[in-house]
Structure formats: structure tokens, C-alpha cells
Nanobody, 120 residues
Framework: QVQLVESGGGLVQAGGSLRLSCTAS????????MGWYRQAPGKQRELVAV???????NYADSVKGRCTLSRDNAKNTVYLQMNSLKPEDTAVYYC????????WGTGDYWGQGTQVTVSS
């Protein structure tokens, strides 16, 4: 079994910064893509950013230039640095990871979510 534990959410004023962290634990053989999604009230969950095991990143247009995604493979951790935050960034942010617990299969895992609120 694999668990994703998130931290770093909170309340921040517009223009401020937050750093989200997500650590995978449990039975881990390898971790492929890791990333963050978000879901605002009344809206569908959407991709924020994703990073491959090799470090290639992809960002949603809405956060390009304001967010940086990185990972520490030794710690099974992914970080999302968010700068110049806007009220429209307010959402629950979910960590996602594709984790193999053995050489034969990969599972899609989600964290419990962390609230990010940006006040105007």
C-alpha cells in the first residue's frame, strides 16, 4: 500500500507565495510521474503541474511562470512552489503519483488534499 501525505497549504494574500510538499510512503519499487491537481468549488479537478521521474515538467497555462515543480527522488517527495498567487488559485490541491510497488504493475495514488486560499 502507498500513501501520499501533503503539507504546505494555507491562507495567503494575493501576490504571496506558498510551497506545497507531497511525500510518498509505503511499499515503493519506483515512482513515475508525480504532480499536483486542484479543484475549486463548483469546478472540475484540473491539472496544475506534473513532473516525470527524469525531471521533465508540464504546467497548466494558468500557472506557467508563477509555479515551479520539483522532486527529490531520494525522499520520494514532490514540491510545488507557487508565487504571485491570485484569488483564482484558491482551491483544494491534490497530490498525485504513479507508483509501482513491484516490477509488474503501477498504481494511481492521490493525497487527501490541502486547502489553498488566496485573499484579495
Amino acid at each position: 500500500q502507498v500513501q501520499l501525505v501533503e503539507s504546505g497549504g494555507g491562507l495567503v494574500q494575493a501576490g504571496g507565495s506558498l510551497r506545497l510538499s507531497c511525500t510518498a510512503s509505503g511499499t515503493i519499487f519506483s515512482i513515475n510521474d508525480m504532480g499536483w491537481y486542484r479543484q475549486a468549488p463548483g469546478k472540475q479537478r484540473e491539472l496544475v503541474a506534473v513532473i516525470t521521474s527524469g525531471g521533465s515538467t508540464n504546467y497548466a497555462d494558468s500557472v506557467k511562470g508563477r509555479c515551479t515543480l520539483s522532486r527529490d527522488n531520494a525522499k520520494n517527495t514532490v514540491y510545488l512552489q507557487m508565487n504571485s498567487l491570485k484569488p483564482e488559485d484558491t482551491a483544494v490541491y491534490y497530490c498525485n503519483a504513479y507508483v509501482s510497488s513491484n516490477p509488474w504493475g503501477t498504481g494511481d495514488y492521490w493525497g487527501q488534499g490541502t486547502q489553498v486560499t488566496v485573499s484579495s
